[in-house]
């Protein structure tokens, strides 16, 4: 199982980034995607979510403004972002479990995933 995010770079406040995590050696289409980020010397924080069955969750900091979605097709799963803050600045981690689904409280708990990829720095700044 291995779980591939890019995406991320340099924006100034109020632009927008697409994230993508690429999956291999599983079909992510049937499994939870959650992605997660963590800014330096912050806890890692639940982001957003899109189960098997297509139910998506999202961290009341970022609702309205961040969008998660699947390509089947191309086992990846997105991330749009838009009207970015500096409060966004962090490194964003994509992260699955192959096991079960979560629910509106277990998504954004970081112990519930069992594979996680390796993360990629999304920076807002002006």
């Known amino acids: 199982v291995q779980l591939q995010a890019s995406g991320g770079g340099l924006v100034q406040p109020g632009g927008s980034l697409r994230l993508s995590c690429a999956a291999s050696n599983f079909n992510s289409r049937y499994h939870a995607i959650g992605w997660f980020r963590q800014a330096p010397g912050k806890e890692r924080e639940g982001v957003s979510c899109?189960?098997?069955?297509?139910?998506?969750y999202y961290a009341d900091s970022v609702k309205g403004r961040f969008t998660i979605s699947r390509d089947n097709a191309k086992n990846t799963v997105y991330l749009q972002m838009n009207s970015l803050k500096p409060e966004d600045t962090a490194v964003y981690y994509c992260a699955t479990d192959l096991v079960r689904d979560p629910n509106s409280d277990s998504w954004r708990s970081s112990p519930f995933y069992d594979y996680w990829g390796q993360g990629t720095q999304v920076t807002v700044s002006s």
């Open positions: 899109i189960t098997s069955g297509g139910t998506t």
